[in-house]
């Protein structure tokens, strides 16, 4: 990859990618994330994670400064990417929470569920060992609700077609399954991806994209170079000798894994700065 005549930008997912699904652990993968901190390759989260969750995690990967992709390309948190110092620092993309969770209570006498709204931080805890702290934010939403279906694969139908006459949507996450407006991390992705071909122009952007669960799907689909972390959820993952790489590994060993094969692929230095 000629560095001077384009510039690799990577999205990823966090839960059960960059970080493990069961200890959120990411240990594994900081040494790749310091090879792509010396080469200057921004890394973009992209998440169902709130924008609260993601501004902490981003402290703690040494992502300070750069974008990120809240609640499933609901929301971009532009940072130094802005070009207007006096612009919105957020970008909504979604449907308002309290159009969503409007619409799920007036479905709850016919379908079993339990949302975030319904679980409250204390249920939030218990359905993913979080820390009251960190649940709290995980429960500080804006733009999508998730939740878990307590009902059957049929009556699944029935609730998708019944969001889709609101002009929402219903996808599986990595632990949730999801309900937002008309957006989704691949369209979010777009954006990101054209604001930095705007700051690194004339070079040309590509995009890697790392993901483990349907809600990623668009993301990498429409990813230069699609990432599949292995789950017990199939991904569609090109795996032609120029695109699409699976990672062996589960979580964040798999991303590191995945994402140094990449940058050896593309020529890319260890210890290297473009």
């Known amino acids: ?31 790749v994330l310091t090879r792509l901190k010396q080469l200057s390759i921004p890394v973009v989260m992209n998440s169902s994670k709130t924008p609260a969750e993601m501004s902490e995690l981003a402290s703690d990967l040494q992502l300070e400064g750069l974008p990120f992709i809240a609640e499933n390309g609901g929301i971009i948190r532009w ?87 609101h002009h929402l949507t219903l996808t599986r996450g990595g632990r949730f399954w999801h309900v937002a407006g008309p957006t989704n991390k691949g369209q979010a992705m777009q954006e990101v991806i054209r604001r930095y071909q705007q700051h690194y122009a004339p070079a040309a952007v590509v995009a890697a994209a790392v993901g483990d669960s349907p809600i ?43 994402v140094s094969q990449l940058l050896d692929r593309l020529g890319f230095a260890a210890d290297a700065s473009l």
């Open 1 to 31: 990859m000629n560095a001077s005549a384009t510039k690799l930008v990577v999205f990823t997912d966090l839960d059960g990618c960059l970080l493990n699904k069961s200890d959120y652990d990411w240990s594994a993968a900081k040494p």
């Open 79 to 165: 940072n130094g990417l802005s070009s207007d110092a006096h612009a919105a620092p957020d970008r909504i993309l979604g449907t308002p929470r309290a159009e969503i969770t409007a619409v799920l209570r007036s479905l709850r006498d016919q379908l079993r569920f339990r949302t975030f709204e319904d679980l409250g931080v204390s249920g939030v805890m218990e359905a993913t060992g979080l820390t009251e702290h960190k649940a709290t934010k995980a429960s500080a939403r804006q733009s999508t609700e998730p939740l878990l279906w307590d009902d059957t694969g049929e009556n699944l139908s029935v609730f998708r077609h019944a969001l889709a006459m």
């Open 216 to 258: 990623d799907q668009n993301m990498l689909d429409l990813a230069d170079y699609p990432i599949g972390i292995p789950d017990e959820q199939s991904l569609n993952v090109e795996l032609d000798v120029d695109r699409g790489i699976a990672a062996t590994k589960s979580g964040s060993a798999g991303w590191a894994e995945a």
